[in-house]
């Protein structure tokens, strides 16, 4: 009883950093912060999501929860933060929780779906399967959401990107099966919904709210959609 009741305060305390992180993120677009705190809201939504991370791990890697405990993990993420800062990831859009719940229950299907269709492909008495390296384009403009659609491309069995245009935002991805135009079909099809999903989950057109520290040419990106919509096929 008494190892269930401390689980579920664990689960609560990170329950509340998240929803700080969210809460953060959410009123980007409507306050002024100070250039010496970071000049954007979501950049310090993100310091602060990152010491209360470190703050959480440093308690768990204790065992007690105590006010020394905490105290103590909170000036060694201050320490982390300010002697081995990571580099800048610009943090734009919105978290959508329903949209990222969903994104993730898909994750589990195809993972188990792929899982068995390739542990099938190596034990049915037939030949290899046809693979091959494939370029698709995508529309994700954040360099952060797109490294999460790549490992979600990486976590399903069969797919694994192999190289990345960052400024053309064309993936290069080796694909398990590719023998038939059915499964030419399938792999455009799944692309197309994490690309659709993540879009959606992370940074819809109407919440999108460019990062002064983006690198990317949005007009370019921008582009591309519009000619996807207007010929229904993928730009060349």
């Given at each position: 009883m008494r190892?269930?009741?401390?689980?579920?305060?664990?689960?609560?305390?990170?329950?509340?950093?998240?929803?700080f992180g969210t809460i953060f993120v959410w009123i980007a677009g409507h306050v002024t912060v100070p250039g010496w705190l970071g000049g954007d809201v979501r950049e310090v939504g993100?310091?602060?999501?990152?010491?209360?991370?470190?703050?959480?791990?440093?308690v768990l890697l204790w065992g007690t929860i105590s006010w020394a405990n905490v105290i103590a993990g909170l000036a060694v993420a201050l320490g982390i933060m300010t002697l081995l800062p990571l580099p800048r990831v610009p943090i734009e859009g919105r978290l959508h929780p329903?949209?990222?719940t969903l994104l993730v229950l898909r994750l589990i299907v195809d993972f188990c779906l792929s899982s068995m269709q390739v542990a099938w492909a190596a034990i049915r008495p037939a030949r290899p399967p046809l693979g091959a390296v494939v370029r698709r384009r995508v529309a994700i403009?954040?360099?952060?959401?797109?490294?999460?659609?790549?490992?979600?491309?990486?976590?399903?069995?069969?797919?694994?990107?192999?190289?990345?245009d960052h400024r053309r935002r064309l993936l290069y991805i080796h694909v398990f099966?590719?023998?038939?135009?059915?499964?030419?079909?399938q792999f455009d099809k799944q692309i197309a919904f994490v690309e659709r999903a993540f879009i959606h989950a992370f940074e819809r057109d109407s919440e999108w709210h460019p990062s002064p520290y983006h690198g990317?040419?949005?007009?370019?990106?921008?582009?591309?959609?519009?000619q996807r919509d207007a010929d229904g096929r993928e730009p060349r």
């Amino acid at each position: 009883m008494r190892a269930a009741v401390t689980n579920a305060w664990r689960l609560a305390l990170l329950g509340v950093f998240w929803g700080f992180g969210t809460i953060f993120v959410w009123i980007a677009g409507h306050v002024t912060v100070p250039g010496w705190l970071g000049g954007d809201v979501r950049e310090v939504g993100v310091r602060l999501w990152t010491a209360s991370w470190l703050t959480f791990v440093w308690v768990l890697l204790w065992g007690t929860i105590s006010w020394a405990n905490v105290i103590a993990g909170l000036a060694v993420a201050l320490g982390i933060m300010t002697l081995l800062p990571l580099p800048r990831v610009p943090i734009e859009g919105r978290l959508h929780p329903v949209s990222i719940t969903l994104l993730v229950l898909r994750l589990i299907v195809d993972f188990c779906l792929s899982s068995m269709q390739v542990a099938w492909a190596a034990i049915r008495p037939a030949r290899p399967p046809l693979g091959a390296v494939v370029r698709r384009r995508v529309a994700i403009k954040s360099d952060m959401v797109l490294t999460l659609a790549i490992n979600y491309i990486n976590l399903v069995p069969g797919t694994i990107v192999v190289e990345i245009d960052h400024r053309r935002r064309l993936l290069y991805i080796h694909v398990f099966d590719l023998s038939s135009p059915k499964k030419v079909a399938q792999f455009d099809k799944q692309i197309a919904f994490v690309e659709r999903a993540f879009i959606h989950a992370f940074e819809r057109d109407s919440e999108w709210h460019p990062s002064p520290y983006h690198g990317i040419d949005d007009e370019y990106h921008n582009r591309v959609l519009a000619q996807r919509d207007a010929d229904g096929r993928e730009p060349r």
